[in-house]
């Protein structure tokens, strides 16, 4: 029905309205809005678990930071209103900007997001930061995972002592070489079709 770039940038209008948002009350009520449409759309791909473990991982953020504003430092620790209130507002518009985006991007190819990118008004580091977060943080996920399937196979087992930081330590060190060699193979998959990066502005 959209185009992606008209996907694109009504995400990234709608994420700045969204965060300029003061009112508790409305920003519930979009992210719930928001959340129902989401959990809709994954549930008819057939993603509706993956969908509420990532709402759930997304969300123990969230009560770090919830607990860590509920209360303030006044000769002893005292229960602040305000700052539980704030950490309230915030966590709302975290949800509500995340699953806005979700919903609006989620089948944008990285392809087509870095086409989108290429405009002459949009300054070449920005571009050049978001192919970075594109290109390692998805081939460090999916390494991670690699890497993890493997140990487990090897009938590995976490816990507190030298050969768990031993393993980990090499997980670390293979994941990172990894995702190099893949991130090179990647780099020259984009100049063949036209990426450039000493695009001028």
């Known amino acids: 029905m959209f185009s992606p770039s008209q996907r694109f940038y009504s995400a990234l209008f709608l994420a700045l309205g969204f965060s300029s948002l003061s009112s508790l009350s409305l920003t519930l009520i979009l992210c719930l809005l928001f959340l129902a449409f989401f959990l809709y759309q994954k549930y008819q791909q057939n993603q509706l678990i993956s969908a509420l473990r990532f709402l759930f991982l997304f969300n123990l953020f ?92 090897r009938g590995f087992q976490a816990g507190c002592n030298k050969r768990t930081i031993y393993v980990i330590s090499q997980r670390v060190t293979l994941l990172l070489i990894h995702a190099l060699y893949k991130a090179e193979n990647i780099d020259k998959a984009l100049r063949a079709r036209g990426f450039c990066y000493d695009k001028s502005n």
């Open 62 to 153: 969230s009560l770090l930071l919830w607990l860590s504003m509920r209360y303030e430092w006044h000769n002893g620790w005292h229960y602040a209103k305000e700052g539980e209130h704030l950490a309230f507002l915030l966590i709302a518009k975290m949800n509500l900007i995340t699953i806005m985006i979700r919903v609006l991007l989620q089948d944008l190819s990285e392809l087509q997001l870095l086409q989108i990118l290429q405009r002459p008004w949009i300054p070449a580091k920005f571009t050049h930061l978001a192919l970075l977060t594109l290109r390692y943080i998805k081939i460090l996920a999916e390494t991670n995972r690699t890497l993890e399937r493997a140990m487990q196979a």
